[in-house]
């Protein structure tokens, strides 16, 4: 669907020593979905902008160009207009044939649950109904690549899952490719493949049952503040519990996860 | 053409939705002109050697459309910030919308009401005792129109260049009504000590002003002569084009 060869990218007034990306090589395939992961300034966004066409490489390849919608962390719609509006909007920018439109509007509209909000202004919606109300925009222009950068940043609890859910609607029953930016480590491994970015460089990318299997340890035991986790096997887990609780320490046992792999790869830089 | 139609359509349905936008645009110059015209027009109509008294808010009008263009104009390109800042334009430009017909679009759509606001105040020419020929009240409207597509341009462009919009607003303090000021709209430039008189005449919203006064009266612009409606044509393509280069070509926001 779109592939970067070896792509880098250094904005103006930036030290050539320190790109933004550098030299990165990535393919993604139609319905994938591709979580983005990596300490602020590490080079989500600008490799998001690569995707989306809205950022130039420096040097490298992009090949391909699939129909692209993009989601950013602010809600990217005019308050002053209803959802409908806006969504039709989008459809009409986008060129979607007006045949094509009320069918879209539908479906996006149950996808997103905003079936019943259509007629009212953007502007007078909570976040996280703006929120999916842009997700509603995005699906309008019958996207093949959806971008999303941090979707669910600052959104309450019960947003948040409603974020998740209808990003898994995305996949499940449109095959859209999705890549998003997060930070948080739950909503990374909904995805299919995780890139970790550091400095402008992949440091990792697969998916994230291996990067978390190749972390060399199944389980991490708690401790008190102050003293280090255990890491050790799922079998010694147990154990090794057992042994901290009767010599009176209290600890909890979990197992390892994409936070792990995060804390692993991105120590140095944070 | 259909997606620019929708960029315009929005364009329109926000400004039908900002009422005080519509108030404030054709209101103040209709104030102004009530104000300076009646309340200047013994004395300066005495000045001016004629024996009407509405002559001065006859003069005055041209000025007043450029203003109410100029405040439409002013309130339009604010969206332009407000659209970059929220990624509305960056998701807009994301998409297969070229971007001159994404511009063309904001200047037509922000462009078409500031003109009819613009020329909401023209028929106050008759009740003003100026009685312009249909050629001449047709100048008078296509000078208006020139006048509109180069304020809206300008405005687009200072609005792509400013970080805010409380920077705009310096930017309309500081650029856009002095140049208002200097275009004549107040006095007769003519007329006016030997610097106000380049100044006028160096200042391209003094050209559409002039053109649209001289299609009123019926003659040649007494500071530009046969050169008003030349140079007004210049400032409306150059400002466009200034307008589709910069914007068009510029950044288009930040993803994050």
Redo the contacts between chains.
Sequence with gaps: MIRLDRVSKTYPNQNDDRPALRELSLKIEAGEMISVIGPNGSGK?TL??LL????APTSGIVEGKPV???????????P??TVR?NA???A????VAKADRQARLSEAAEITGLADRLSDRVGSLSGGLARRADLL?ALM?GPELLIL??PAAGLDRASHRAIGDVLDAFRERLKIAVVYATHDMADAARADRVIALREGEVVAQNAPSVLIAELGYEAVIERDAGLDPIRCSRADASREASRLIEAGERCSVRQASLEDVYDTLMGATL | M??T???V??EW??LW??PARIVATVGTPMVLLIALGAGFAGSISGLMGVGDERAYAAFLLPGMMAMASLFASIFGAISLIEDRD???L????????PSGSVVMAKIIGIGAPAFLQALILLPAVWILGVYPSLTQTILAILATLLLTVAIVSVSLTLAWRVKSTQEFHAIMNTVLMPMWLLSGSFYPASESASAMRWLTAINPLSWPVEALRSSLNGLNSPLLGSWAWPLTGVFALGSVLIAMGTIGLGK?G???
């Design positions: 966004s998001l902008g989306a066409g809205v950022v692209c919608s993009v989601v950013l962390q602010r809600t990217a719609l005019d002053l207009l509006e039709e909007l989008f009409r920018v986008y060129s925009r222009v950068d941090e | 259909d997606a139609m929708a960029l359509g929005r349905l926000r939705r900002q929220s990624g509305l960056l998701v807009i430009m994301a998409g297969p919308t288009r930040k993803l994050s």
